[in-house]
């Protein structure tokens, strides 16, 4: 027997209990679990670079942007490459089934973020083949069954066709991948010059432009040297990190992290309460027992760390049950779902595992730690 | 109470009080006793003789309010509680009067507690115990948990725990006070064997003149004080 053991056997004293207090652990672990997955990943955030930066109108990302505006971006000698997206939003059949579609220069892609969203090449020249190309990411593909060689139409939500339609009709060239499991390849990449040249309004214009600066330059002083570059123009800009950029969208519609620290936070506060108590009372149960540890020699260290270490179990158990259930659900869930349950979040829930069970166990070790033999003898 | 043999417990001007309901309460006031190494003591008396208080002292899990208390080479009324656990765990021994097992423990995991405070290896754990279950008679049984077992075996259970890190001292209060007459005196053979073969000092406190008769020595206490000494025969 180790002292480990002992807290363990401890534990299971009674087993139902243990099990409803690792059942109620598990739960609040898989809810942090899917929660941080959420945030983590299904932005695409987590594989969203520091390094690429995007360039949109500081008036909000709705005002376009002037295609001329490129010529200067990319005249500044810090700027390796610079791309352009337009994006259209519409659904494809039934209205429920939104689609996203990033309209842009094929190569220009390539060279700023080729290596981000998967692109080859090969898929380069494949979607340069026909003005009505499309690249579909591999997330998207898989949702929607789509295959290469298919014909989709999305229709517009706003983006009119100058014939007046909404329907915009696409062949699909190929499938990108996406850099690893964090990138976001929820969307379509069409060809801008198509696009632009049916689209009713706003020719000539786009949403942002996507800056790789060289190796060696910081990203944020660059983007601020872009911003002034344009500071008195008619169209002032905002330059952001890809990740920063894409943070900011999510908050337009919430402030998702707020929200799951909330939740994950009263799921926490709750279990801290219930299982606090149930050792409070465990311990309390077995007060003489201490008792008897203490005269065969156990120290008060010795006592604490036997409760300590009987709380870490029942949160090791429980709480590794609870991630184990959210990295199976993250593995399960469908692509579209972009939750991704990396290592950092998983480092985070195991120190907050860690933290939670000393906590939990503090009370009552503290307490036992105090209770003197002959009072302990007295509780029988 | 002295002895002319260097003594291995030695009290000397003991007192202890204890405040109940305001009110302080004299238990010993200036007690004195040696014991030596080797010796059987049976402590005998009436309810609120000081027997408890006594054992309590010596086992270093109360302390005496002034005086001197000494066993072996350690002052325990100098001690804080860290260094009584640490004392407890290397010198001492405790035979409980309710055996004081661990439900959830088996035989041997019992046994094996007070051998976790000491640096030793898994193996040399399990043969310090297979050896003292062994003595006790309790071999091929230290799978099982102890609830399943008879008092006397329990009691058994409750040596081999005292004895495993091999304490010069043990302490038994009320070691056969559960138990039947034909267990009792199996336990307390136990008990003579331990102090004749393995020279164990040992001190018990015991309401039952039968279990003192197996004691070399009985010490009667009466109001904080000892009043009678008889040596067995």
């Not at chain 2, 006594?54 to 804080?80: E, F, V, Y």
């Not at chain 2, 405070?117 to 050896?131: T, Y």
Request: contains cysteine; aromatic residues 6%; glycine residues 10%.
């Amino acid at each position: 027997m180790t002292f480990f053991a002992l807290a363990r056997k401890n534990a299971w004293r009674k087993p139902l209990r243990t099990v409803l207090l690792m059942v109620s652990i598990a739960v609040a672990f898989l809810i942090y679990g899917l929660t941080a997955s959420f945030l983590n990943g299904a932005q695409g955030t987590a594989g969203a670079s520091d390094d690429i930066l995007g360039v949109t109108s500081a008036g909000g990302r709705t005002q376009p942007l002037p295609m001329a505006m490129m010529a200067r971006i990319a005249a500044d000698p810090d700027v390796a490459a610079v791309g352009y997206v337009m994006r259209l939003r519409g659904f494809v059949d039934v209205e429920k089934n939104v689609v996203a579609i990033s309209a842009g220069d094929p190569d220009r892609l390539l060279a700023v973020n080729g290596k981000g969203l998967g692109l080859t090449p090969a898929l380069v020249e494949a979607i340069g083949q026909a003005r009505d190309k499309v690249l579909v990411g591999r997330a998207l593909a898989e949702a929607q069954g789509w295959r290469v060689g298919e014909r989709v139409t999305v229709t517009a939500f706003d983006m009119a066709r100058a014939d007046g339609g909404r329907e915009w009709r696409f062949e699909i060239a190929g499938i990108f991948e996406g850099e690893d499991a964090t990138t976001d390849t929820y969307f379509m990449i069409a060809r801008y010059d198509y696009v632009n040249a049916a689209r009713a309004r706003g020719k000539d214009t786009v949403d942002a432009f996507i800056v790789r600066p060289h190796a060696g330059v910081a990203p944020g002083e660059l983007a601020v040297r872009i911003d002034t570059l344009f500071a008195n123009s008619a169209t002032p800009t905002r330059t952001q990190s890809e990740k920063q950029f894409l943070e900011a969208f999510l908050r337009q519609y919430a402030d998702t992290g707020l929200i799951v620290n909330l939740v994950v936070g009263a799921a926490f506060v709750t279990l801290l309460m219930i299982v606090v108590n149930t050792m409070v009372f465990a311990v309390r149960e077995r007060t003489f027992e201490i008792g008897v540890l203490k005269t065969l020699g156990f120290s008060r260290r010795g006592i604490m760390a036997l409760i300590l270490g009987e709380t870490l179990f029942v949160f090791a158990v429980g709480g590794g049950l609870g991630l184990v259930l959210a990295k199976l659900a993250t593995l399960l869930a469908g692509p579209a779902l972009g939750l991704v349950l990396s290592l950092p979040v998983l480092a985070k829930a195991l120190a907050i595992l860690a933290a939670l069970g000393l906590a939990t166990g503090a009370l009552p070790a503290f307490n036992a730690m105090r209770t003197p033999i002959i009072k302990a003898f007295r509780t029988r | 109470m002295t002895e002319n043999i260097a003594p291995y417990i030695a009290l000397s001007g003991v007192r202890r009080a204890y405040r109940i309901g305001g009110e302080m309460i004299s238990i010993f006031s200036g007690l004195d006793l040696t014991i030596p190494q080797g010796d059987f003591v049976a402590v005998m008396g009436p309810s609120g003789s000081g027997k408890s208080t006594l054992l309590n002292m010596l086992a270093g899990i109360d302390s005496p309010d002034s005086g001197t208390l000494r066993i072996g080479t350690s002052r325990l009324d100098q001690m804080g509680e860290a260094a009584r656990a640490a004392w407890r765990a290397h010198n001492m021994g405790i035979v409980f009067q309710f055996y004081n097992l661990l439900p959830m423990l088996s035989v041997a995991e019992n046994v094996e507690l007070p051998l976790l405070l000491k640096p030793l290896s898994r193996k040399e754990r399990r043969i310090r115990v297979d050896k003292v279950l062994d003595l006790v008679g309790l071999a091929g049984r230290a799978k099982q948990y102890p609830a399943l077992m008879s008092g006397g075996q329990q009691q058994r259970i409750g040596i081999a725990r005292a004895i495993v890190s091999d304490p010069g001292l043990l302490l038994c209060d009320e070691p056969t006070g559960d138990l039947d007459r034909k267990s009792a005196d199996e336990v307390l053979e136990m008990l003579r064997f331990l102090n004749r073969h393995l020279q164990k000092t040992i001190v018990m406190v015991t309401h039952d003149p039968q279990a003192a008769l197996y004691a070399r020595r009985t010490l009667h206490l009466d109001k904080g004080d000892f009043v009678e000494e008889k040596r067995a025969a």
